[in-house]
């Protein structure tokens, strides 16, 4: 069985936060990131993000260039990619904007976060479990399965911090604003963890674009 081409997706600010600690989404984005993000979604058979990020930013996560999704069904592909998330304990909000736009959605949980998970959402999106813990491997084995070839992981910190410690990223997508946010306790990219091959280890650096003030560098964490 193959798994998909994990692609994990970052912006980040000079210091290494992924957001302040407002209430509302900070922006570290530019137009032309956004819309590079948005090329990367439609090149993706599957988008995911965590169930923090769910919650916290109630993001639809979708294709928003008409010519790109027009562009994907002229290829035999769906108008949107699978919309993925991952919960362990099942909490999720049947209201959020992820539920109600784009097309088929998928839940990963646990045995015991699944019947929750399938009473809230009922028939807004398929539950999958992982068995007694969230199995990041198990998940892609089933993506694989499902046809998904290329994954591209939007967040949070945890999500990406497993994908990471436990070797299953392919490439990393980081775009650095030109900003400093300074807030101690902000989000990070990454959460403490014992990384494969530890601080010695470097990753390839494969290239790096401006797109406008911000730098988007490209490693291969694997070679």
Avoid: C
């Avoid at 002229?74 to 304990?89: Q, R």
């Avoid at 904007?97 to 807004?124: I, M, N, P, S």
């Avoid at 997508?173 to 014992?194: S, Y």
Wanted: hydrophobic fraction near 40%; proline fraction near 5%.
């Amino acid at each position: 069985m193959t798994r998909p081409h994990v692609l994990l997706s970052v912006a980040v600010s000079v210091d290494g936060y992924i957001d302040d600690r407002g209430a509302d989404r900070f922006p570290l984005s530019n137009a032309e990131d956004f819309d590079h993000v948005d090329r990367l979604r439609a090149e993706s058979d599957a988008v995911l993000v965590g169930a923090e990020t769910l919650r916290r930013d109630n993001p639809r996560l979708l294709v928003n260039s008409a010519a790109r999704r027009a562009d994907r069904v002229s290829n035999a592909k769906p108008e949107y990619p699978m919309k993925v998330t991952v919960t362990g304990s099942g909490d999720l909000d049947a209201d959020l904007q992820f539920w109600h736009h784009g097309g088929v959605k998928l839940v990963y949980t646990t045995d015991t976060g699944r019947r929750l998970a399938e009473a809230t959402l009922r028939d807004l999106a398929t539950v999958v479990t992982l068995g007694h813990r969230v199995d990041f491997g198990r998940l892609l084995d089933d993506l694989g399965a499902r046809g998904v070839e290329r994954l591209m992981v939007e967040g949070g910190g945890r999500i990406h911090t497993a994908f990471l410690a436990e070797g299953l990223a392919d490439e990393i997508r980081m775009a650095v604003a030109p900003m400093l946010i300074g807030q101690a306790t902000a989000p990070r990219f990454l959460h403490p963890a014992r990384f494969p091959g530890g601080p010695a280890r470097r990753f390839h650096l494969e290239d790096v674009t401006r797109l406008g003030d911000v730098a988007v560098l490209r490693y291969f964490p694997k070679t």
